[in-house]
């Protein structure tokens, strides 16, 4: 893994750390983190109440490659679906709702990361 690699990967570990710190204590509980299959992973699945919810966690320290919003595209929209469809296979869940949220946390050169949740991206 090359060093630029290396500081993505933990710069998103850090981003999904803050951004399950946040909605946990929005009052969310964790069902699973990092959920990985062959059509790829899902950041967060979480239980808000009755909805089963869908967190796709976008981390940045600008925007210089775009901003956590414009990383939702058509094609990342559709493999979230296809990501949860499995999921809830998987594991047998058949939630009264599912959401997809987006989780956008800015890590700005000092200070504490900025977190905005975006509930219901799709």
């Known amino acids: 893994m090359t060093a630029t690699a290396a500081s993505r990967q933990a710069m998103g570990r850090y981003g999904e750390d803050v951004a399950e710190r946040h909605l946990v ?16 992973e899902i ?10 919810v ?3 966690v976008k981390t940045r320290y600008d925007d210089t490659f775009g901003s956590p919003h414009e990383a939702i595209t ?11 469809t499995r999921w809830l296979a998987e594991h047998d869940v058949r939630p009264a709702e599912l959401r997809f949220d987006l989780v956008a946390v ?11 949740h975006v509930r219901g991206i799709l």
Do not use: I, T
């Open 25 to 40: 204590g929005q009052g969310m509980a964790v069902l699973d983190r990092n959920w990985r299959c062959p059509d790829g």
């Open 43 to 52: 950041d967060l699945v979480l239980r808000d109440g009755p909805a089963l």
């Open 54 to 56: 869908v967190a796709e």
């Open 74 to 84: 058509v094609a990342k929209s559709n493999r979230l679906q296809r990501l949860a």
């Open 106 to 116: 800015r890590q700005p050169g000092h200070g504490a990361a900025q977190v905005e």
